[in-house]
Nanobody, 116 residues
Framework: QVQLVESGGGLVQAGGSLNLSCAAS????????MTWYRQAPGRERQLVMS????????NIKDSVKGRFTVSRDNAKSTAYLQMNNLKPEDTARYYC?????????WGQGTQVTVSS
């Protein structure tokens, strides 16, 4: 059974940090590009950043450049999103996505709320 389980969200003050995790199971994690998305209430889902199978970071959203970092641990089948200097506009539900060829998997998301 394919699963992506996000964790690490929560309430943080502006300027704070959070490290989100996305634990994968049921598929060959190593072969999948992992992407973090976010969606705020009433808004469209936004792509935050991706990490390829080679560990290259791509598709970085301009507003998070220099503050967010994506990484992966293939041995643990886990992707991470380190978020620093958080701003109230980063408040959203964060989702991880795994994509390869015609396979596309999503997690249920983890809520991040940044207070001003």
């Amino acid at each position: 059974q394919v699963q992506l389980v996000e964790s690490g969200g929560g309430l943080v003050q502006a300027g704070g940090s959070l490290n989100l995790s996305c634990a994968a199971s049921g598929f060959a994690f190593t072969w999948y590009t992992m992407t973090w998305y976010r969606q705020a209430p009433g808004r469209e889902r936004q792509l935050v950043m991706s990490i390829t199978t080679n560990g290259d970071t791509t598709n970085i959203k301009d507003s998070v450049k220099g503050r967010f970092t994506v990484s992966r641990d293939n041995a643990k089948s886990t992707a991470y999103l380190q978020m620093n200097n958080l701003k109230p506009e980063d408040t959203a539900r964060y989702y991880c996505n795994a994509r390869a060829y015609d396979q596309d998997y999503w997690g249920q998301g983890t809520q991040v709320t940044v207070s001003s």
